[in-house]
């Protein structure tokens, strides 16, 4: 029997989208955090735009990445809320050919640990379409470093892994 490759570490390259009517590039705190996480990895950010928070643009730059032979992952970030402004999963979850439902509990548990019961009120998800990789995460910058540092990062060697067996 093999050994399970969960810890295969293989350079990869990501798409950041941020959603946001407010941020411009210079004040995406959490765009930068989010590109220093990924490339301190091993990674390469290859595509890192500013969307305003309109579910129709969010969609098209997602189907936009998805047809970009050069992104393996999109990342989202901002518009999870329960808030009005928050389209972002709306947007991109009919784009899911499989969601990986764990992503959004296992996010949640640890945000919880971390913010209390507000974590509920995220509605982060994750899911795959085209045979890539894609994570709809809060705006916020904790929120971005711990769904990179204790979800995404560590274990997208062993989702590309499956993806492509």
Avoid at 87 to 98: I, Q, R
């Amino acid at each position: 029997m093999s050994e399970h490759p969960t810890h295969k570490k293989a350079p990869t390259t990501f798409a950041l989208i941020v959603t946001s009517d407010t941020r411009t590039e210079r004040e995406d705190e959490t765009g930068r955090i989010a590109v220093g996480l990924i490339e301190a990895d091993g990674h390469r950010v290859v595509s890192h735009t500013i969307i305003p928070n309109d579910a129709e643009k969010i969609k098209a730059e997602v189907q936009r990445m998805l047809l970009d032979d050069s992104v393996a992952v999109v990342v989202t970030s901002g518009g999870t809320g329960i808030g009005a402004k928050d389209k972002t999963v709306a947007a991109v979850a009919p784009l899911f050919e499989k969601e990986m439902i764990g992503f959004g509990e296992l996010f949640r548990r640890i945000s919880y640990d971390e913010i209390g019961g507000a974590a509920m009120m995220s509605r982060a998800t994750a899911g795959i379409a085209r045979g890539k990789l894609i994570f709809c995460l809060p705006g916020s910058r904790n929120a971005m470093k711990v769904a990179l540092t204790k979800i995404i990062l560590p274990n997208v060697g062993h989702m590309h892994w499956e993806l492509n067996r």
